[in-house]
């Protein structure tokens, strides 16, 4: 809470930073998006410059796509503007700006873009202009997407042909149980991987602590811009710290009477947090200051009169104190991974030679029942384990396509009307992503393909088996064809616009092929121009367009 910071940078940077099609971007076009993602974050200036520069990015491409909806004679009148400004599912500040009720409140909408975008009124709107026309264009350029008969068969071939696979998994949260670890095991790890617990330890050092804490409460009053107005603004903050300082009256009264934020309804008061989320105008003037402290702090857009009403101190726990549950779970999982490994390749084999999953595993499962009874007629033998093979079972995936699982259906009762799209093509029902498996599951072969090895998800090894596959129907019903092809049409805007619709959301390193080659072709022919001449945050920009994209390939031992 509280107004978050340009960072060290943004008094230093050049005002224009860059031209698209002739229109300036200045700080304040930058700020709009800057401050809504990044504004408030600790960051060091590499870091400052890095989120500025992805800033400025996303305003650059959004001020392209509005020059090329002017071009295409798409326009915005102010009736049109106004209802975006206010439509909820479009306007990404609505579930900032919008107060706590979720309704347009026009004080708190203006208080939001000054303080917290760090921007004036009419410089937010026009950006968001901007915006709406930005939105525009990428709606004309997804209407003008058609499919070929070729792709509407490619996409039938593609959803309809359908299998379903039966498997049994491997995992530690399945055999953990019947791996036993003894305290000499443990003890024994700790003298000899000392290096290896410390490291885990770092790596998961954020439950071993609990920073700082602070409950504050506070007084703010808003500097307008105009004279006058800050002049009377000024005045209400000498009165409250009068009535608080001077005149001992309680600080939660004169808070509930005269903050002027979001927090009035709770005279003031902010909930917990940890210093890292605070103004840092505000951690800075706390810093060493018991409960009941009342400080003062001044920003560029906002007078505050800060209360301390209580403080949490961290708390880290030493790692002493967790290494034996540290190199407990560190063996218990090294144990469970060796048997896993060997476990799924005995399965394998067995599934190979019965080819049937049920009776491959039945036959581990009763001769591990007769080797524990076995055991247990020796007058010196331990209490019966759990033996692992009890704990697999013989599970199926159910019919599913390499298209990927209907997000909407599965999690339909969640968020009803909302559609979800699809899951990755890799990610397989009741198992989790694995490409591999994925792959093989699909091939014309596949009742042979997938016994050649066992397959991994996550932490878990599979043993799988073909249990049913579908194919389409050879030829589709007029309706069923339309149909398809306006899913196919649709399928095919998805992969051409890409991550388009998200340049309106939120910084990204790709926007999707069409947009990152436009990206790239304007500043190739001076529609963008970067002021990259002594600014790092242009220069960065510049890099991004000119540098050729990663590409990672992985071959497998039959590509040639």
Known sequence: FGAPTDGCNSSNVNANMATVAGNKISNDELNVVYNRYFGGRQADDDQINQQRAASLRMVAITYLLADKAREAGLRVDDDEFRSYIMDPNRNIEFRFAYGQSGEFDGPFYKAYIQNQLRVSLPKYEEYKREELLARKYIALIDMQVNVTPQ????????????VNLEFVRFSADTLKDSIQVSEADVQKFIAEHKDEITKNYEENRAQYEEPEQVQLRRIFILKPEGAEQLADATKRFEAAKTRVNDEKQNFADVAGELTEDYAKEKQGLMDWSTLDNVDQAIAKAIEGKPAGSVVEVETDFAYMLVKVEDRKAAVKTPVEDVQNDIARALLQEKKVNDIASEMASALLEEVKATNSMQEALATFQTKAAADDEASTESPDAEPAKLNPWDAL???????????????????????????????????IPE?????????????????????????STGDAKIVARLKERKSPEAELSPEAQAELADEARQAKASNLLGGAVSVLIQPSEDYGPWLEGMFKQAVKD???????????????????????????????????
């Open 151 to 162: 792709e509407i068969e490619e996409f039938n071939k593609l959803r309809n042909t359908e």
């Open 393 to 427: 079972s013989v599970q199926t995936t159910g019919m599913f396509s390499q298209e990927g699982q209907d997000m909407s259906a599965m999690f339909g009762a969640q968020f009803p009307g909302l559609n979800l799209g699809r899951s990755p093509w890799d990610r």
């Open 431 to 455: 198992i989790g992503k694995s490409p591999e498996l994925a792959k093989d599951a699909f091939k014309e072969d596949a009742d042979r393909e997938l016994l050649k090895q066992t397959y």
């Open 526 to 560: 001076k529609t963008i121009k970067l002021n990259s001449k002594g600014n790092p945050v242009a220069a960065r920009v510049q890099m991004m367009a000119t540098q050729a994209p990663a590409l990672s390939v992985e071959l497998n031992s039959d590509d040639k």
